[in-house]
Structure formats: C-alpha cells, structure tokens
C-alpha cells in the first residue's frame, strides 16, 4: 500500500544536488535542454556527457535506479539510432544492409542524435529526482511571477497543482476501496477480454468522479472559513532561498557552457 | 468579558425560493463566557447555524449579530477572522500536503509574517498534541489526527469563537474519544467561546447551555443535566439519551429517586454506591 502511494520517483537523499534551491535546479536544466542543440560534434558531446555523468553521479542515487527510470525510453533512443542510420545519406558508402546503403555520415549522425536524445532525458529526469512536487510546485510559482503582471493566474495555478499533490494519495485510496467494494459485488477487473475490463472500469470511475466533486465542494467551503480569499495580500510558509551552493552550481554550469562553445565546431 | 458574543434574531433561510425553511423565525443568544452546544437530529437545521455564524451563507430574513457586527458580505472576512471552524469530513478540510502547511493556511490567507508563523504553528500543534507529527502527510495521519491538526489551523489563528460542526461525526470511538480530550484541553488553556454542534448526547456534557433544535426551530434551551431528563420527547424528534440517563430515569419510575441526573457512568456509578447512605 504505502509503496504504491509515491508521488513521482523522488528518492530522498541530502546530496549536493537535493540541497540545491529547485529554482536553480529548474533554470540549469532548462538551459541545458536548450544547449544539447549547440553540441555538433563528439567532443562536444562528450563534454556534456561527462557533465550529465558527473551530476547524475553526485545526486548519490543508485544508478541502477536511474537506469530504471530511462527503461522506457530506451526503445525511442534506439528507434532514433537506427533511424538516421537508414535515412542519412553523407559520406561514403561503407556496407549494406539487405541491398541497403549504410553511409559513414549516418553512423556519426545517428550516434550523435541518439546521446541527445538521451542527455535529453537523463538531465531532466534528474529535476524529479532530486525535488519533491510540492518544491517544484513552489519554483514554478516564484519563476512564472513576472508573468502576474499580464494577469496569468500564477498564484491560482500554483494552489491548484498543490492541492492535486495532496489528494492524489487520498483518491488512490479512496479508488481502492471502490474496486475492492465493486469487486465484492461481482465486477472482474483482472481477466476477460480488454474490451470487457475496459467496461469493468466505468463502475469504478463513476463514484470516484461523483465523491471527487463533493470533495471539491466541502474543500472549498473549508477554504473560505479559513479565510481564503486569492491570492492577494497572502504570505508564504515555504521559502525558497538562493544560497552560495546555489551560486557555485550556476559557476560550474557557466564553465560547462563555455567549454561546450569551445569544443564545438 | 461577559458579554453578547452571537446573536440570533428572528433568523429564518432557506436554499432556494421553491424549498422548504431550513430555519424558521430562529432567535438565540450566545455569551462569551459559555460553551454551548447545537444538538438535533439530520436536517433540523443545526449545521446551517454554524455556516450562518461565519458567513458562510447569509440569513433571508433576520439578522445575525458576532461581536457586535452584523454578518454580511462586507463583513465576512473580519467575522472570518473571530470564528474558527472545524468541519465533520477530516479529509476535504486538509489544504496543505503537510501538516505543517495546513495549519499554515490559515495564516498565510491572513498575511501574517513567516516568523509569527512558525511560532504559532508551533504552539497550536503543542496544544492538540500533534507537534511530532509536523512533516506528516495527510494519507499518513488517522482521522481523529487530522481532526486535530483542523482544530491546531483554527487555533493558529487565535479566534474568539470555535464551531466544530459535527466534528467527530465520521471517527471511530478512539478518534471521538481523542478529539473530545483535546477539545476540553484547549477549552481550559484558551479563552474561548466553543460551540458543538452534533446529534450525539455524549458530546453536549461538558457545554453550559444547550440548544435543542427540531425542524428548523428552537425546540428547547436548556442545561444538559435537564435536557437528559426529558427522554421520551427528546425520543420523539429522533434523539436519543446517553445510557447512564436512561437508567437514571428508569430507576425514577420505580421511585428511586436520585440526587441528580447524572451525565456520565461516573457520575451514575457515584450516585449509586451513595445511594443507600443517604436514606
């Protein structure tokens, strides 16, 4: 039970990369997402990759556990490899395959994407890794701020996505007991063609939609006993603080960016 | 201090034009100095009371008076601020992901500064007696332990008056038990007009004053001692005495008589073994 009520694949630790503000842990990665595309050779690529390896390593999370996380997407980095090995056509002709022409360009190519891809995802994974929901739920409000000023919802938003993240655990539960209550009158959830445990599920979902709206109704009752009233004039519990480690993180990623600039053709 | 501190008058609400008066013509007053409690069967009209107090809904006719503002919708986030509430279902009142943050809520809605906060969730959870449950999620906590980090948000933002609305309505015996504990401990530490609103008799013993409704009126205004004596019309409009009163008044009929009703099995158990010295 408690094992199934983990939110996201956060894995406590005190590492460096846990200690980091999520705000810094947010602009590093969304930069970086922007930077694999600047990388254009195997240097390049593989100073990134030494710094993807580096982070990964001192977030002192398994490996096998990242590696884990990746399983599903190994099919795509793949699928991709093979991709541009068939559909490039730079360099010379080395060999064929089955009367197809294999070029040298295409193996650089699809190797080249390939590690992309996987930067890609090994960097961002890191991010839910390494920050709980309810910390990036507190950075994406601080860093979409600004935007208040164009009336986005901010704050509006930043509740909505805390209060998913704590009745998240509450309506698993709650779905349990009305399977389990489903399942006592007769419903088969587990065997039977798709078509007829697809149906199965209607039962369950029905009451689940209709107590989740009664939830909401009685939340915001309570909300506005206690004295909820938007955003305005409110104060926060949870700060986030940039602190000198958040500083040398950003140095170091300066570094790697000039380094990649260096590397690259 | 012994002053008005709710007032009733001639207050009559219904949902809608085309439905029946939930309340009919209800007057009452509350003094700060005393605990009292709502009791009445499902659909007498009792949890209307509480979401009228605190502005919640608003009367159709009458008016109803808290510290001396009448409630209305300019008024409602400074009655907001004086009325705690504590509502029956322990889940969809639980705002925060963390207990901490719940009881944070409160006082982050009435911007106060985050050092005051911390402090104050620190002395309102030492209150109910959840101070080591701080970094707990809800799914972790029983429902008798989420009532009471409810009752520490309320007690955060110091109020004057706590409503707890059926709270123990959906607890298991040992929750029940647990609330009522701490309920009676903050009572004695706080300076604090508490009103409980229930259908159970063995919640309104330890209040000053009861108010009985039935069907949207005040059916009676009373002491819980008197009330426990009324059996059989409290039997009528669908309520029902605590054991120890039952025999107590089962014991009256065939003419022994004790001292007082009692209110509790204590209370019976002491009047019994007295008994036969004082005759």
Same mark, same amino acid.
């Given at each position: @039970?408690? &094992?199934?009520?983990?939110?996201? +694949?956060?894995?406590?630790?005190? &590492? @460096?990369?846990?200690?980091?503000? !999520?705000?810094?842990?947010?602009? /590093?990665? $969304? ?11 195997? @240097? ?11 982070? %990964? ?14 399983? !599903? ?12 090995? $068939? ?21 650089? +190519?699809?190797?080249? /994407?390939?590690?992309?891809? $996987? ?5 961002? &994974? ?33 509740? @909505?996505? &805390? ?18 209550? +489903? ?9 039977? !063609? /798709?078509?007829?445990?697809? +149906?199965?599920?209607? !039962? ?11 939830? %909401? ?31 040398? %993180? ?10 990649l600039f260096i590397l690259r053709q | 201090m012994n002053q008005t501190q709710i007032e009733f008058r001639n207050v009559s609400f219904r949902y809608a034009d085309d439905q029946p008066w939930v309340l009919k013509d209800v007057s009452f007053t509350i003094r700060s100095d005393q605990s009292v409690a709502i009791i009445g069967h499902n659909g007498s009209g009792k ?5 009228? =107090?605190?502005? #919640? ?49 409160? #006082? ?53 008056? =706590? ?81 120890s009163a039952k025999l107590a008044n089962e014991l009256k009929r065939l003419n022994i008589e004790l001292e007082r009703t009692p209110l509790d099995q204590k209370e019976l158990l002491d009047a019994l073994w007295t008994y036969h010295l004082k005759t």
């Amino acid at each position: @039970m408690a &094992s199934s009520l983990i939110i996201g +694949q956060y894995v406590p630790s005190q &590492s @460096m990369i846990h200690r980091l503000d !999520p705000r810094t842990k947010m602009i /590093i990665i $969304f930069l970086f997402v922007v930077f694999v595309f600047f990388a254009n050779n195997f @240097m390049s690529y593989g100073w990134l990759t030494l710094f993807a390896a580096f982070t %990964a390593l001192s977030t002192k999370i398994r490996l096998r556990y990242i590696a884990k996380g990746l399983t !599903p997407v190994w099919f795509l980095i793949v699928f991709t490899f093979f991709l541009h090995l $068939f559909v490039t056509h730079e360099g010379d002709i080395l060999f064929r395959i089955i009367g197809f022409p294999i070029y040298s360009g295409a193996i650089a +190519q699809g190797i080249q /994407i390939s590690i992309r891809f $996987f930067l890609l995802i090994l960097f961002t &994974s890191m991010l839910t890794l390494t920050t709980t929901p309810i910390e990036i739920t507190d950075a994406i409000e601080t860093l979409l701020n600004p935007l208040k000023r164009f009336r986005f919802p901010v704050h509006e938003l930043a509740l @909505m996505m &805390s209060i998913s993240l704590r009745f998240i655990p509450t309506l698993m539960q709650e779905a349990e007991k009305i399977s389990k209550a +489903q399942a006592s009158r007769g419903v088969d959830f587990k065997t039977g !063609p /798709i078509k007829d445990r697809i +149906q199965a599920v209607v !039962p369950l979902l029905v009451p689940l939609f209709v107590s989740a709206f009664k939830r %909401a109704e009685e939340l915001a009752m309570a909300m506005e006993a206690r004295g909820y009233q938007g955003g305005e004039g409110r104060t926060k519990l949870r700060a986030l603080a940039i602190e000198r480690i958040d500083w040398y %993180a950003f140095i170091i990623f300066t570094f790697v960016l000039t380094g990649l600039f260096i590397l690259r053709q | 201090m012994n002053q008005t501190q709710i007032e009733f008058r001639n207050v009559s609400f219904r949902y809608a034009d085309d439905q029946p008066w939930v309340l009919k013509d209800v007057s009452f007053t509350i003094r700060s100095d005393q605990s009292v409690a709502i009791i009445g069967h499902n659909g007498s009209g009792k949890s209307t009371i509480a979401k009228l =107090i605190n502005g #919640l809904l608003f009367p159709d006719e009458g008016e109803i008076i808290v510290h001396g503002t009448s409630v209305n919708e300019n008024t409602i986030w400074d009655v907001r601020k004086k009325v705690g509430m504590v509502f029956q279902n322990p889940d969809n009142q639980f705002v925060g992901t963390t207990v901490r943050d719940d009881v944070a809520f409160g #006082l982050e809605n009435r911007g106060i500064e985050r050092i005051d906060m911390i402090q104050r969730i620190d002395s309102s959870l030492a209150a109910v007696r959840m101070k080591d449950y701080l970094l707990h999620e809800p799914h972790r906590l029983s429902g008798g332990q989420k009532q009471r980090v409810a009752i520490a948000g309320v007690l955060a933002i110091r109020p004057d008056v =706590i409503i707890l609305d059926e709270a123990t309505a959906m607890l298991d015996p040992k929750g029940r038990q647990e609330i009522l504990t701490t309920v009676n401990e903050v009572k004695q530490n706080h300076p604090l007009n508490l009103i409980t609103i229930t259908h159970d008799l063995n919640e309104i013993i330890s209040a000053d004053r009861v108010i009985v409704m039935n069907d949207g009126e005040v059916w009676l205004e009373t002491k819980p001692r008197d009330l426990f004596t009324k059996e059989e019309a409290l039997q009528s409009i669908g309520l029902d005495v605590p054991f120890s009163a039952k025999l107590a008044n089962e014991l009256k009929r065939l003419n022994i008589e004790l001292e007082r009703t009692p209110l509790d099995q204590k209370e019976l158990l002491d009047a019994l073994w007295t008994y036969h010295l004082k005759t």
